[in-house]
């Protein structure tokens, strides 16, 4: 199968024109008027723009549904609407939540993992938010389940999911945090989050392994001149990347186009959506035992806390162009950068042979056309434009 005569982001991000070929659910080869039998199927996308598909690591839930649900059900919804906004893959993310919660949302998502719905986004794996976090820091957590660092805890958790834990996020000033980190790297990627942390804290935590920070600029000590905090840790750091909430509400789009021209390929999107994601606005969602109340498209506990978005990292993108920053790098934000921070940028997150063929085709005002997802040996295109 061909898509045929559309630019798309090469393995280097630079926009070009020319020909995909995918076979078997991968890509097979790229390059201009590629050479091609009479019967073999092909889509026009001249006019049309092909990017990655796009992979969100940090995602609670969507369409009324939430990776705390701890079902299937929950799961295939999620993925069912995420690939309708261009995400192929997916980290179903927990929050601070009790324990049996937890469990069942990891065997949810395992079940979901080992046996794909046919009509959704892919999980990739789980990112786990909490519980291990800062009770001053704790933004929209729930105090009433936050716990130490425990390795062995996490480590019985990480086993129950069949390893398929992506990222762990915690407090790395709390006790027990040198440890953790120390131990936790050695599974997965580790971020820093709902911190409290100084930035000497915040580099001796880059020199025990964390390499991630979860939402930078939230629930953390904001940039001050003589207190960089882990904002400043992180812009100066190169050993990490740093996770960007883009939805123009947890972050001043002027703050975001610093931060990317900083970061660099080191800024990765993410959602850090709600079940109340794609739903009508009002009062009554839960999130982690709490209320949360959505109005013009902000997320807030009662008390007015923050408390993540109904944004899609489709919507960020759009939102990153037209703020300023490149298409190229906002795309590349959206999906070979988390594809790195959860260690699957061999596999996805770039247009380059070998890789899986998950594409998402774009039209002039950067709105989906089409979607085409792997699904083992299958490539699946999905059409949600005119």
Same mark, same amino acid.
């Given at each position: ?18 020909? %995909?070929?995918?076979e ?8 201009p008027?590629?050479?091609?039998? /009479? /019967? ?8 049309y ?23 299937r059900?929950? %799961?295939? $919804? ?18 601070t939540?009790?324990r ?5 949302a ?35 957590q ?27 996020? !915690? ?6 945090? /040198? ?21 000497? $804290? ?7 392994? @964390? ?24 812009? /100066? ?25 900083? !970061? ?5 999107? @993410? +959602? ?6 794609g ?55 959206? +999906? ?24 998402? @085709? ?25």
């Amino acid at each position: 199968m061909f898509l045929i005569n559309g630019k798309y982001l090469n393995e280097d991000f630079q926009l070009v024109q020319g020909d %995909i070929e995918v076979e078997n659910g991968r890509i097979l080869r790229t390059g201009p008027s590629l050479s091609r039998k /009479e /019967e073999d199927m092909a889509v026009d996308c001249q006019g049309y723009t092909i990017v990655p598909g796009f992979i969100d690591v940090h995602i609670h839930g969507c369409a009324g549904a939430d990776t705390g649900d701890g079902t299937r059900q929950a %799961i295939e $919804d999620m993925a069912r609407f995420l690939l309708s906004h261009g995400v192929t893959s997916f980290c179903p993310t927990t929050a601070t939540v009790g324990r049996d919660t937890v469990k069942a949302a990891l065997l949810a998502a395992k079940d979901v993992h080992d046996h794909p719905s046919e009509d959704g986004a892919k999980v990739a794996g789980v990112n786990m938010e909490g519980p291990f976090f800062s009770h001053e820091r704790k933004g929209a957590q729930n105090e009433e389940f936050l716990l130490a660092p425990d390795f062995e805890l996490f480590q019985e958790w990480y086993q129950l999911s069949g390893g398929l834990v992506r990222l762990i996020d !915690l407090a790395t000033e709390q006790p027990g945090g /040198e440890d953790f980190v120390k131990r936790a790297k050695e599974l997965c990627t580790v971020s820093i989050a709902h911190t409290t942390a100084k930035y000497e $804290d915040a580099k001796a935590a880059f020199d025990w392994g @964390v390499t991630h920070v979860t939402h930078l600029f939230n629930a953390m000590n904001g940039l001050h001149h003589r207190k960089p905090g882990v904002v400043g840790a992180a812009l /100066e750091d190169e050993r990490v990347r740093a996770e960007l909430i883009c939805d123009g509400e947890h972050i001043h789009p002027a703050v975001l186009k610093i931060a990317f021209r900083l !970061l660099g390929d080191r800024a990765l999107i @993410v +959602s850090d959506s709600l079940r109340a994601n794609g739903m009508p606005e009002g009062a009554g969602y839960e999130m982690g035992g709490q209320t949360v109340r959505i109005t013009g498209g902000k997320c807030t506990l009662p008390d007015g806390t923050i408390a993540g978005s109904v944004s899609n990292l489709h919507q960020e993108v759009k939102n990153l162009v037209s703020w300023g920053v490149p298409f190229e790098q906002a795309v590349k934000a959206a +999906s070979l950068i988390p594809a790195q921070a959860i260690g699957l940028d061999k596999e996805l997150g770039s247009i380059q042979a070998g890789k899986v063929a998950d594409l998402v @085709v774009l039209d002039e005002s950067l709105e989906i056309a089409s979607v085409w997802v792997s699904k083992g040996e299958n490539t699946q295109m999905m059409t949600f434009g005119e």
